[in-house]
Structure formats: C-alpha cells, structure tokens
C-alpha cells in the first residue's frame, strides 16, 4: 500500500472515531460501569439454558427440551447468541405457562376456565379495593408457597447444615419447575426495571446477577456486578454515585415503560451511522463523515416527526405476531394434567436433572464467594490507599509550587519609579 492509501485510510479511520465521539456525547459517559441490557438479559438467559435445557432430557416430562418439542420450536438452541430472539420468546411463554400452572395448583383448578372454588361466592359484589386486597393476598400466598417458602428452608440449611437430613424425600421435579419459574421471574423483572427506568431496582438486580454469575461461572460478569455495587455503595462521591445509577435510560417517545437501555440505544445509533456512510460511496471523506456523526441524532428526530405529520406507515420489518393461545394452552395441559409438575410427590426426579436444590441459590458456595468478596476488599483497598497518598502528594506539591511562586512573585514588585528594586514595603 503506498504511503498516499495509508494517509487515506487513517483519515477515515479518525473519521470515524470522531463521528462515534460526537454520537458518544448524546449521552452520558457513566454508561460504561454497567454491560448493556441486551448482553447482560443474554448471559442470564444463557444461565437458564445451561441450567434447565438438555436434548438428552426430551422423553422427561416438564423439561425445557420436551416442551419445545411438544411447541415444535425448532429455532430454539442450546447456545443463545444463534438466536437470541427465539428463545427469549420461548423461555417468556413457558415462564407464563409456569406461573399458570402454579397458581392452578394453589387454587385448585382443573381448568384454565373453571371458576375457583377458593373464591368467596360474593367477590362479585365487593368494591373495587376490596378485591384488589383480595387478589394481593392470594398473590402473595402463592409467591410464599413456590418462591419465598423454598428460600427461607434454604437459608435455614446454609445456617444449619444439620438440616439436610432429609433432602431426599423432596420431590426434585417440583424443585425443577420452581427454579425455572425463579430464574425466569428475576430475567423479567430485569428488563421491565429497564423499561420503568428504575434505576434503584437495578442495583438490586446486580446483587441477584452477581450470585447467578457466581453460580455460572461467569467470572467477568461477576467482577462487573461487583464493581458497579462498589463503585455506587463507595467507591464514588454520592452525586457521581447517582449519576451512575439513574443515567442508564433513554426514552425517545416519552410516557411510562418506554425507557430503553443507554448502550442499546448507542448500538441502534451505531447501525444508523453505518447505514448513512455506506450510501455515500465516492464521497466517502473525513469532512462528510464527521458531518453524519454531528447531525445524525438531528437529522433522524426530523426524520420522524416528517413521518408523523405526512401519515407514512413505518417499514414492517418483523413478521405479524403469531396467536400464542393454542401454544400457551398446550403447555397448561403438559404440566398441569399430564406431568403435575407443581404437586407433591416426593421422591420423584428427572433421570438428568436429578440434582435439583430446593433452591435456586441453595448450591451457591457461600464460602468461596465470600473468599472472593473478601480479596476484592483487600485489593481495592489497597489501590484506593494508593490512591489517596497520590492525591495528597499532588496537593501538597501544588501548595509547595504556589507557595514559591508567591514569594518569587513579592521579591520582584517594582516600586514607583520603573525600577526593578524591591518595594519598600518589604
């Protein structure tokens, strides 16, 4: 390549990274403490996958493998990133049908339809308020029997190790059903924090995040949770620190649950700056990429509000939603009538998910966590330590510095007569 291509391409490549700095400044630079939501929502689901769904496992009743072939969801794969958008939709309609199927249990249905005999016979005419106190409390009964009933016998066994006696008479498919409904609630949960814009649910999601991640073996994901709970709780100064926590959203049409995550929106404005300079062909210079990356947010907010006000359609690039009701009905029936997988029977297990805590977090090895929180203690200690002499050698050179220039600065005062002797004064 001769010297005036290599002159050439370099230009172009710091025109490039001039267009992503000027899109860069749309938004804040606190974003790089936290993955974006779509990698992150990615791993988590990664983590169910390696956890509940195994070929092997396709005449077991309940499994994530059996229920995708009972949908025929071929497009559903082990590995994730071949086709996020697949099982993401697959995961979130057995997780619905999952949370059915226990509260048809609780309330003794055999069917979706059927009229609960648990309902007082005069719901009906009570106000409103009356049967929102209702429902809550039936809500909270069933997240008590299937959630939060299981996490307090955890707790008590990693307190009391005496209390795995009798573990075995637990019925391991039930365990397998609830933690599957566990770790799918705490992925939902997840991106509706990002679509409410909550940024204090979101640092409690991390603390969940770094446990799963431990329990994955997700080492760098871990030391990210780690580091954005450090960073907020006190690493940072506090308007810093809320910065990091509430600087994570971008809502581009306005209202509630339209948020979307800060570094998903830099990536959609990535692909739009892609899109505008690959249409430029021979005009492919530094001045007109450097043009695109200064006006692109401009250009495409009129872009759209020109749309609104001439009535044209956007471009339909997705297929029409197919009707999820005879698939959701089918999954009802699988674990509700033929499987029963929410009734008690103990003993029962599948033959390759035959380990299955009575928890999601009951096989999370407190002790080696706790090791590691401990040396990460230490070590940013340590740097925060290094760091705080640094800071205070600085300081004290700069005083020294001003302190010098100060008395260099009284020794040459001129006195009133153009002379460069010293004032009197001195």
């Given at each position: 390549?001769?010297?005036?291509?290599?002159?050439?391409?370099?230009?172009?490549q710091g025109a490039w990274t001039s267009c992503y700095v000027h899109i860069a400044k749309c938004f804040s630079v606190h974003q790089s403490f936290e993955t974006p939501l779509i990698m992150r929502v990615s791993v988590?689901?990664?983590?169910?996958?390696?956890?509940?769904?195994?070929?092997?496992?396709?005449?077991?009743?309940?499994?994530?493998?059996?229920?995708?072939?009972?949908?025929?969801?071929?497009?559903?794969?082990?590995?994730?990133?071949?086709?996020?958008?697949?099982?993401?939709?697959?995961?979130?309609?057995?997780?619905?049908?999952?949370?059915?199927?226990?509260?048809?249990?609780?309330?003794?249905?055999?069917?979706?339809?059927?009229?609960?005999?648990?309902?007082?016979r005069r719901l009906h005419l009570v106000d409103r308020a009356g049967r929102k106190r209702f429902l809550k409390n039936l809500i909270g009964t069933v997240i008590d029997s299937f959630i939060f009933g299981p996490m307090?016998?955890?707790?008590?066994?990693?307190?009391?190790?005496?209390?795995?006696?009798?573990?075995?008479?637990?019925?391991?498919?039930?365990?397998?059903?609830?933690?599957?409904?566990?770790?799918?609630?705490?992925?939902?949960?997840?991106?509706?924090?990002?679509?409410?814009?909550?940024?204090?649910?979101?640092?409690?999601?991390?603390?969940?995040?770094?446990?799963?991640?431990?329990?994955?073996?997700?080492?760098?994901?871990?030391?990210?949770?780690?580091?954005?709970?450090?960073?907020?709780?006190?690493?940072?100064?506090?308007?810093?620190?809320?910065?990091?926590?509430?600087?994570?959203?971008?809502?581009?049409?306005?209202?509630?649950g339209k948020n979307l995550d800060g570094d998903y929106v830099m990536e959609r404005l990535n692909k739009l700056a892609k899109s505008k300079v690959r249409k430029l062909g021979p005009n492919h210079t530094s001045e007109?990429?450097?043009?695109?990356?200064?006006?692109?947010?401009?250009?495409?907010?009129?872009?759209?509000?020109?749309?609104?006000?001439?009535?044209?359609?956007?471009?339909?690039?997705?297929?029409?939603?197919?009707?999820?009701?005879?698939?959701?009905?089918?999954?009802?029936?699988?674990?509700?009538?033929?499987?029963?997988?929410?009734?008690?029977?103990?003993?029962?297990?599948?033959?390759?998910?035959?380990?299955?805590?009575?928890?999601?977090?009951?096989?999370?090895?407190?002790?080696?966590?706790?090791?590691?929180?401990?040396?990460?203690?230490?070590?940013?200690?340590?740097?925060?330590?290094?760091?705080?002499?640094?800071?205070?050698?600085?300081?004290?050179?700069?005083?020294?510095?001003?302190?010098?220039?100060?008395?260099?600065?009284?020794?040459?005062?001129?006195?009133?007569?153009?002379?460069?002797?010293?004032?009197?004064?001195?």
């Open positions: 390549m001769c010297h005036t291509n290599r002159r050439c391409e370099a230009e172009r988590s689901l990664q983590v169910i996958m390696d956890k509940f769904y195994l070929p092997a496992s396709a005449n077991e009743g309940g499994t994530l493998f059996q229920l995708r072939n009972v949908l025929n969801r071929r497009n559903v794969v082990s590995k994730v990133s071949k086709n996020y958008h697949a099982t993401g939709a697959f995961i979130d309609l057995v997780l619905e049908a999952h949370i059915i199927v226990a509260i048809m249990q609780h309330l003794e249905m055999d069917d979706v339809n059927q009229t609960p005999s648990m309902f007082p307090v016998q955890s707790l008590q066994r990693v307190a009391d190790p005496e209390a795995n006696a009798g573990e075995d008479c637990h019925d391991r498919v039930l365990n397998y059903a609830a933690n599957f409904m566990k770790f799918g609630l705490i992925r939902a949960v997840t991106v509706l924090t990002t679509a409410s814009g909550d940024g204090n649910r979101a640092m409690w999601n991390w603390k969940y995040s770094l446990i799963i991640y431990q329990q994955g073996h997700k080492t760098k994901y871990r030391l990210e949770a780690f580091l954005l709970q450090a960073a907020v709780k006190a690493l940072l100064p506090p308007r810093l620190a809320e910065q990091v926590k509430w600087s994570r959203f971008v809502n581009y049409s306005g209202g509630e007109m990429v450097m043009r695109i990356g200064k006006t692109l947010q401009f250009c495409y907010d009129v872009m759209k509000h020109f749309e609104v006000q001439i009535q044209v359609a956007p471009i339909g690039r997705t297929h029409k939603d197919r009707d999820l009701v005879r698939d959701r009905n089918l999954l009802i029936e699988e674990l509700h009538n033929r499987v029963k997988v929410f009734e008690q029977h103990p003993g029962r297990e599948h033959t390759y998910f035959a380990h299955q805590p009575v928890d999601i977090f009951a096989d999370c090895d407190v002790a080696d966590l706790h090791q590691w929180l401990s040396s990460k203690r230490v070590e940013f200690a340590r740097v925060m330590g290094i760091l705080a002499w640094f800071v205070i050698g600085v300081t004290f050179l700069n005083s020294c510095l001003s302190y010098f220039n100060l008395g260099y600065a009284n020794r040459d005062i001129w006195d009133g007569h153009g002379k460069g002797t010293r004032c009197h004064a001195l």
